[in-house]
């Protein structure tokens, strides 16, 4: 169980091992269970004193996460049996120093039937016929593509499609040369962190955040700080209070209806976090994984991008939530040096991203079909969408906003719901979603969960719903007890 300590943080010692410790057995990284290391064991490794470990253990067993065996040692709360099996042949990994904080996608592993916890497109909507005839067809014209490595920037042509769509359909106007294409968003995520963040950089996300972004912060060692959200987005008034306390390296933000919560950011508060980056020298990360997908014939807000004009803003801009997850293509927009910091890391992940997907994507960018596709898209996510918003309006005490776009609804639960034991009732009835814990940094709050009504079918959407909306009453009706207090 490997944990850092940031000792220039205005956290105390033992509540960031305090913390760690929560998100890992949050994330299911630590299982109910497992026993944790000693004191002494703990405090050897981080050069803590044994009552600084003490001190977090205790806060621990306070909130319920661990329970203590006098002369035994500290385990995980929960129903599993504490010794493993002495045939267990993987009981050696158990001494192993764990180099992962935390991860969102341990929480959810088993997906069920009625899945609202991943945001991701049901395949009917997907274009998937076209590709997958337009990637025999490359094949047969150019097999040579299977045996060569794509560009570390990508391929040229993509790139130069890349910049038409997002002329077209954001606004916004970039360079192809200035593109570099990753394996997904998330690729982007994790290759800006590690080119240009170090152990104990700070770094500002909003409050919820996209869980997935927290994960790579987080495992990276950084300072991570939250910063909550009102109606327009991420607050600038607090960003520039951390600015005035410490100096940020990066701010991560999701403007464009915002994972998990839908908000859409305003105008001045996209200006604001520019001129606020341009002030105080930081980087914004600017993840634009669903801007196309907007309702009720909204006239979007440009990109962060647009507004910039010094390089503080690396844009991304993922292709998986609209047209095809298999192919995982996105693009990072990155001027002055650090584009050639970025390409260099990026040629040491992976040498470049597979060719055959990007040139699959170009015949679909080329002609109309995205723009008829997105069209079609936005019709069937706002049904969705709606039909989600009517069935869950039934229940009076589930607090939510509509969202003008994007695939989720964040939903506010009452003070005797708790959302892991919904969680554990939901999947009694093959219906999972994604708990709100996963998406803060630090006090995970478990009155939130995350709705994501874009993979079902329309069929199966009313069902789900009606059967979680149950579940949900009953939940409350029987003010089930925590299995973590907090």
């Known amino acids: 169980m490997k944990l850092m300590l940031h000792k220039e943080s205005n956290m105390p010692l033992y509540e960031q091992i305090y913390m760690q410790i929560v998100q890992r057995v949050q994330g299911g990284i630590l299982k109910a269970g497992e026993q944790l290391p000693s004191l002494r064991t703990v405090a050897g ?51 192993l120093p764990v180099h992962v904080a935390r991860s969102q996608y341990l929480m959810n592993r088993q997906k069920k039937y009625y899945d609202f916890s991943q945001a991701v497109l049901f395949p009917r909507l997907l274009p998937t016929q076209f590709l997958a005839d337009e990637m025999k067809e490359v094949i047969n014209r150019n097999q040579m593509l299977l045996a060569t490595y794509g560009p570390v920037q990508g391929d040229e042509e ?57 994960d790579v912060f987080m495992n990276k060692g950084m300072n991570v700080i939250s910063i909550e959200l009102d109606e327009e987005g991420i607050r600038s008034d607090v960003v520039e209070a951390i600015c005035q306390k410490k100096k940020p390296a990066l701010l991560y933000i ?9 908000t859409l950011m305003s105008v001045q508060r996209r200006r604001e976090l520019v001129d606020l980056a341009e002030m105080y ?81 170009i015949p679909f960018l080329k002609t109309n079909r995205m723009k008829n596709h997105l069209e079609k898209l936005r019709t069937a996510l706002q049904i969705r969408r709606d039909m989600t918003v009517e069935i869950l309006s039934s229940l009076t005490t589930a607090a939510f906003t509509i969202p003008k776009g994007g695939f989720n609804l964040w939903v506010g639960l009452p003070d005797s719901i708790h959302s892991l034991v919904l969680l554990n009732e939901a999947k009694k009835q093959n219906i999972s979603f994604l708990p709100g814990s996963a998406c803060f940094v630090h006090d995970p709050e478990h009155q939130y969960i995350r709705i994501s009504y874009s993979l079902l079918s329309d069929k199966d959407l009313q ?21 973590f207090k907090s």
């Open 45 to 95: 490794d981080l050069q803590v004193s044994l009552l600084t470990v003490r001190k977090a253990y205790k806060l621990l067993e306070t909130k319920g996460y661990v329970f203590i065996q006098p002369g035994k040692g500290v385990y995980v709360r929960g129903k599993r049996k504490i010794t493993a099996k002495p045939e267990d042949p993987y009981e050696w990994q158990r001494s």
């Open 158 to 214: 993509l790139r130069a499609e890349i910049t038409k769509y997002l002329k077209d359909h954001q606004g916004l106007t970039v360079n192809p040369s200035d593109l570099l294409i990753t394996s997904g968003v998330q690729q982007g995520i994790d290759l800006i962190a590690q080119t240009l963040l170090k152990p104990g950089d700070t770094v500002m996300v909003e409050s919820p955040c996209y869980g997935a972004a927290i």
């Open 254 to 262: 999701n403007p464009s209806f915002h994972n998990p919560t839908g």
């Open 281 to 361: 020298h930081f980087f914004i990360i600017e993840d634009d994984s669903f801007g196309e997908i907007y309702f009720d014939d909204l006239t979007l807000p440009p990109p962060v991008k647009q507004f910039d004009k010094s390089g503080h803003v690396i844009y991304l801009k993922g292709f998986s939530k609209t047209l095809a997850p298999g192919v995982r293509v996105a693009a990072v927009a990155a001027e002055g040096p650090v584009f050639d910091w970025l390409y260099g890391v990026k040629a040491l992940m992976d040498i470049g991203s597979p060719l055959l997907t990007q040139k699959a994507m």
């Open 463 to 483: 069902i789900g719903m009606k059967k979680l909306c149950e579940v949900m009453r009953d939940v409350q009706d029987k003010h089930s007890p925590y299995p």
